[in-house]
Structures are given as C-alpha cells and as structure tokens.
C-alpha cells in the first residue's frame, strides 16, 4: 500500500473524538484537530503505546494488517504498526485529522506500508475480510448507528481477526498524570469533558452488539477504560 488519502463522498467533519483542546470546550459536531493533535502529542501521548502493546498482546496478531477507525492523527495505528510491523489503514471522516494522519505517517520509518482513507466507520472503505486487526480509541461515543459500526467492523475482519474499540486514560498512574497536567491548563478541564463527550453505559453497547448479531463480543469497564472486543 502507498500512503494516500481517500476521501469519502458523504465525510463531514467528526464530533470532537478525544479531549477538548486546553481551556477550550468544543460544540458538538466540530472539533479542533490542531489543539486535539497537540494533547494526543504531549498528555496523552503515553496512551497510545500503553493500549497497543496491550490489544497486541490479547489479539496475537503477528502479521497481516491494522485498521485504526476513527484514527484522529493514527496515533493508536501508529504505536501498533510501530510495535508489530502490521500494515496499517486509518480512517477518520475528518479532513483535518486525515491531514494530521498524513504528517504523523510520514514522520516515522515504519516497515509496514500505511494507507489513509478518509470515511466513517458505519461504511468502512475496504472489502470483506481484508484486515487482520481493527483498533480504535476515543472515538467510539460519537459513532452514530453503533450496530451498522459494528456490523462493518466485523465485515472487514478476516477469519480469526481481532477487534478492540473503546476508550480511556490508561492505569489509575497514568490518568493521575494526565488529569494534573490537563488541569493545569483548566482547572475545570476534567469537568467539561463529562459535559461535552457522550457517556454510555455497558448496555448501550451490549445491547448494539447484539442488534448487530456479532458473535462473543464482550463489553468491559475498569480501571482502564470501556472496551468493546471480538473475534471473527
């Protein structure tokens, strides 16, 4: 695959998928990629290596390819590939962060070869079962008609492919960290994330699995945030 830029006719710029920048709250439906690239870079930048070794370790993936949807800036794709030497797609209907996704890529030597659609996750630009991993982290609360996400998710995964979507702030160490340095910009910062981004309960998501008729899919909340998994 060669780096590349998709765009998806019906793309609209993404609800805000991750924290809203420093001192600023987004309005809904808008977001502002620059100020997002720059947490995901400096705050949360220890996020990404931390969930990819540990969706590594449960998928036992060793070869084959990655779909981060709702990728942002691929931050997660990026620490995957990084780690695996997967290849790698990433998709996110924003410009912005397709943009971003662009630079981060080709910043880094990976082995593996990226490509970057530009799409929504309720269709996924990619055929059936062509991807052996898909990963996503903070985007999942805005997706809307969760059971065609998921039904798309599972669409592309090859036979014993592995997905792992959700979101958090890693260990109870990690999210200290984050929520001081976070807060030292606004001290109210941790409480306008509560306002501005969805929360759902493990129901919500249960209940989508099950419209979506996807087989063994577990939904788990802790200590490091809410995740959704299953195997093709």
């Not at 995740?227 to 093709?232: A, P």
């Given at each position: 695959?060669?780096?590349?830029?998709?765009?998806?006719?019906?793309?609209?710029?993404?609800?805000?998928?991750?924290?809203?920048?420093?001192?600023?709250?987004?309005?809904?439906?808008?977001?502002?990629?620059?100020?997002?690239?720059?947490?995901?870079?400096?705050?949360?930048?220890?996020?990404?290596?931390?969930?990819?070794?540990?969706?590594?370790?449960?998928?036992?993936?060793?070869?084959?390819?990655?779909?981060?949807?709702?990728?942002?800036?691929?931050?997660?794709?990026?620490?995957?590939?990084?780690?695996s030497?997967?290849?790698?797609?990433?998709?996110?209907?924003?410009?912005?962060?397709?943009?971003?996704?662009?630079?981060?890529?080709?910043?880094?030597?990976?082995?593996?070869?990226?490509?970057?659609?530009?799409?929504?996750?309720?269709?996924?630009?990619?055929?059936?079962?062509?991807?052996?991993?898909?990963?996503?982290?903070?985007?999942?609360?805005?997706?809307?008609?969760?059971?065609?996400?998921?039904?798309?998710?599972?669409?592309?995964?090859?036979?014993?492919g592995y997905?792992?979507?959700?979101?958090?702030?890693?260990?109870?160490?990690?999210?200290?960290?984050?929520?001081?340095?976070?807060?030292?910009?606004?001290?109210?910062?941790?409480?306008?994330?509560?306002?501005?981004?969805?929360?759902?309960?493990?129901?919500?998501?249960?209940?989508?699995?099950?419209a979506?008729?996807?087989?063994?899919?577990?939904?788990?909340?802790?200590?490091?945030?809410t995740?959704?998994?299953?195997?093709?």
């Open positions: 695959m060669q780096a590349c830029t998709t765009p998806c006719a019906d793309s609209k710029p993404e609800a805000f998928s991750g924290p809203e920048n420093l001192g600023k709250q987004p309005r809904a439906n808008t977001m502002d990629a620059h100020s997002y690239h720059a947490i995901a870079t400096g705050p949360f930048a220890p996020l990404y290596p931390y969930y990819a070794g540990q969706i590594l370790a449960k998928a036992g993936v060793t070869s084959g390819c990655c779909l981060d949807v709702g990728c942002g800036g691929g931050y997660l794709g990026l620490a995957v590939a990084e780690m030497g997967l290849d790698l797609y990433l998709l996110d209907q924003s410009a912005e962060m397709v943009a971003i996704a662009q630079t981060n890529v080709s910043e880094r030597a990976l082995s593996g070869s990226v490509e970057i659609m530009q799409g929504v996750v309720q269709a996924i630009p990619l055929p059936e079962q062509s991807v052996d991993l898909v990963v996503s982290r903070g985007s999942i609360p805005f997706w809307d008609n969760l059971p065609t996400a998921f039904s798309e998710i599972h669409r592309v995964l090859k036979p014993g997905a792992c979507v959700g979101g958090g702030l890693g260990t109870a160490e990690m999210r200290e960290a984050i929520l001081r340095e976070m807060r030292s910009h606004d001290p109210q910062w941790h409480a306008k994330q509560r306002h501005s981004i969805p929360h759902h309960d493990e129901s919500h998501y249960a209940d989508a699995l099950r979506a008729a996807i087989p063994g899919a577990t939904v788990t909340r802790g200590e490091t945030g995740w959704i998994e299953f195997r093709k």
